[in-house]
């Protein structure tokens, strides 16, 4: 069972839908004829909008003519992975539900219901609101950000969990980034049996990847001036026996 958490200055549920959205590469579709995959098939307008190139024998172009105009018909799925291997990887879930219209050997996707689930429940976006959100400026960024994080600087991942509430980190075995968004830093936090997740957020939104740099900065320095944690000591210590 993961930790209790408080999300200060998190992205707005119609945010995180854009940014899942615009970051995604591939998609499920699931209509009268079936499921497909797609990979590197859809692309995204600034309203939100997925208009989606299949190929000619796909079952999704002969469903998309021969159902009712205007009536939901197919359900677009996509998965919020995280980029950095560590358990339970999918952050996230988008589901839009909608109808497609075959125009130019593409078919074109009208939304009629937008359902985000993230790991504290399941909402429903707003439409309008949808249409009018912007994705994370950093959310296509994001996976060389925190991969790179993970890969290089170990060391600056362990001076952040100073900022940790000790409780939080009992038991902990090991800490990895899990995102970041224009507001924050999130870490998670692995057991023998469980994980939760821990969020930094930033004193000021960082709109690009040097604002983030500097960001990070800040976080990095209030945390060298915290003192290590308790649990962590101990989880060297014993490494080093």
């Not at 009536?71 to 992975?81: H, I, K, N, Q, R």
């Not at 939104?205 to 649990?231: F, G, I, K, N, Y």
Request: charge should be negative; proline fraction near 6%.
């Amino acid at each position: 069972m993961g930790d209790s958490q408080t999300w200060t200055a998190a992205p707005s549920a119609a945010e995180h839908a854009r940014s899942v959205l615009a970051a995604s590469w591939s998609c499920a579709v699931t209509a009268e004829g079936g499921r497909e995959e797609f990979v590197g098939a859809h692309t995204v307008a600034e309203d939100g909008r997925v208009t989606l190139e299949v190929p000619e024998g796909s079952t999704l172009v002969a469903a998309a003519i021969c159902a009712p105009r205007g009536e939901p018909s197919a359900v677009l799925e996509f998965a919020d992975v995280a980029p950095v291997p560590l358990r339970s990887r999918i952050r996230a879930r988008l589901w839009i539900a909608g109808w497609f219209a075959a125009r130019d050997g593409r078919l074109e996707f009208e939304a009629t219901r937008v359902v985000l689930r993230r790991p504290s429940g399941a909402v429903v976006v707003d439409l309008d609101e949808f249409a009018a959100a912007a994705p994370d400026p950093l959310a296509t960024a994001e996976a060389r950000l925190l991969t790179h994080l993970a890969d290089c600087h170990p060391d600056a991942i362990e001076r952040l969990t100073r900022l940790v509430d000790p409780d939080s980190l009992h038991g902990a075995v090991r800490v990895q980034p899990l995102a970041v968004d224009r507001h924050g830093l999130t870490l998670r936090i692995e057991r023998a049996r469980a994980h939760g997740d821990v969020r930094l957020p930033f004193h000021a939104p960082a709109d690009d990847v040097a604002r983030l740099t500097e960001r990070m900065h800040v976080l990095l320095t209030q945390a060298s001036a915290a003192s290590c944690p308790r649990a962590l000591q101990r989880q060297r210590a014993d490494g080093d026996g």
